[in-house]
């Protein structure tokens, strides 16, 4: 085989063009951008409901555990600066005689905490739960809210019926 028919062999490979590489690299970063602008969007989507879960689920739990234990159970959220705590903490007793309930389920020596990485960007922005902060569940299961309470997160707000201390999301 002669030098020129190797020479023109090579010459008339086919591949990519300089332009079609960077073509195909700014559609690369363009889809990867929308990828991730939309799964941190979703994640904060999740985040909140997995929140939202968790606060509704211990308001079910101590309800539940109220009537059935026959004893006073009250979720007591709190404010630091302004600001209010990613945790609240649940009781058991009267007023005066509360103990944590250290062995509450998700719960740390009775806290719920709502800065870990599942909820990590979740806010608590509002808490009217008239009066203060806390919602109490006597021992047949009523709950001690004068009005309708509320829970504002980010997007969400849940609601919390007088009396019967059933909850809807909004």
Known sequence: MSIKKIL???FNIKGFT???????IIFIGIFATLALTRSQSGISIIQEQIAIDQITNDIDLARSMAFAKHETITIVFSKTD??????YTIYRGLDGQREKIIDF??????VISLDNSKMRN???KL???????????????DCNLETEGKIELDSKVIYIEPITGKWTIN
């Not at 808490?127 to 299961?141: D, K, M, T, V, W």
């Open 82 to 87: 302004g600001n209010y705590d990613k945790s």
């Open 18 to 24: 300089l332009i079609e590489m960077i073509v195909t």
């Open 122 to 124: 979740v806010n608590i």
């Open 8 to 10: 023109k062999n090579n």
């Open 127 to 141: 808490i009217s739960l008239n009066p203060g902060y806390e919602l109490q569940f006597l021992p047949l299961g």
């Open 105 to 110: 389920p998700n719960s740390i020596d009775g």
